[in-house]
């Protein structure tokens, strides 16, 4: 017997600990049976990156795969992503922590999404900036919408203009003025909209492929899926027609 049956349940998150509940309380024991911290969590949640997310009168905090306390229970909400750092919240305000728990920004924003390892859009007052984990900076917040980056680069919107901006919030061209929708920017290219006809644009503001089209459905490898008159044809980047206009649908490919 590797465990005497004194406990209300067993969790098996990892080869390396073990998870017990007694008395309505979650502890952790190691594979040696060693006790790592003693039963006093009312909830466990297995996270990503080998993370678990514990719970004592109704505040989270944060332990890692050795049984090591990271974040002692403090938090309203803990949130682990994918990435290097993580989204807290307390009284509805966000920050970020890293990986060792480690408080990067201070729970003071409306709201945080972390989007990579070195990028993390951060809302205030309705506007947005942008966390560059590199620099370890907060763009300014002047960003009505930013949408997800590509190689480096976004496509955000600010007071009704369009333009692209790099991972530090810096806008790297004139506002895009002349256009009343771009978006689907990836690839260095961006679908526009200007006198209710689809066109394309690369991430300098160059028009590719004049707006000309009843919509443009996808970009990929240099070839769009677009629309004249109810039918669907695959055109280049340079205009030049690949298939007849004569399909009632295209599927990506």
Same mark, same amino acid.
């Given at each position: 017997i590797l465990l005497k049956p004194d406990f209300e349940d067993i969790s098996f998150f990892s080869d390396q600990i073990i998870w017990f509940k007694k008395s309505n309380k979650w502890g952790l024991i190691n594979k040696s049976l060693e006790r790592l911290i003693e039963n006093q969590y009312d909830e466990v949640k297995q996270a990503p990156k080998s993370l678990y997310i514990v719970k004592t009168s109704g505040k989270f905090g944060l332990i890692n795969q050795y049984g090591k306390i990271l974040i002692n229970p403090q938090f309203?909400?803990?949130?682990?992503?994918?990435?290097? $750092?993580?989204? +807290?919240?307390?009284?509805? #305000?966000?920050?970020? @922590?890293?990986?060792?728990?480690?408080?990067?920004?201070?729970?003071?924003?409306?709201?945080?999404?972390?989007? $990579?390892?070195? +990028?993390?859009?951060?809302? #205030?007052?309705?506007? @947005?900036?942008?966390?560059?984990?590199?620099e370890n900076r907060i763009s300014n917040f002047q960003f009505d919408y930013i949408s997800y980056f590509s190689k480096g680069m976004s496509l955000s919107q600010s007071e009704g203009n369009w333009a692209f901006i790099n991972s530090k919030g810096d806008v790297i061209n004139q506002p895009l003025q002349d256009f009343e929708i771009v978006e689907g920017f990836n690839n260095g290219m961006a679908k526009i909209l200007q006198n209710n006809r689809w066109g394309i644009i690369d991430s300098t503001g160059r028009i590719l492929l004049p707006p000309q089209f009843d919509d443009i459905d996808t970009i990929l490898h240099q070839i769009a899926i677009v629309k004249i008159n109810q039918k669907y044809g695959l055109v280049d980047i340079s205009g030049k027609k690949i298939l007849d206009f004569q399909y009632e649908k295209i599927n990506p490919f």
């Open positions: 309203d909400t803990i949130c682990v992503s994918n990435f290097t $750092s993580h989204l +807290i919240k307390n009284e509805g #305000k966000a920050g970020l @922590i890293d990986d060792s728990g480690r408080t990067i920004i201070t729970p003071e924003f409306d709201d945080i999404i972390v989007i $990579s390892n070195e +990028i993390a859009l951060i809302w #205030k007052n309705n506007k @947005i900036g942008i966390y560059n984990a590199l």
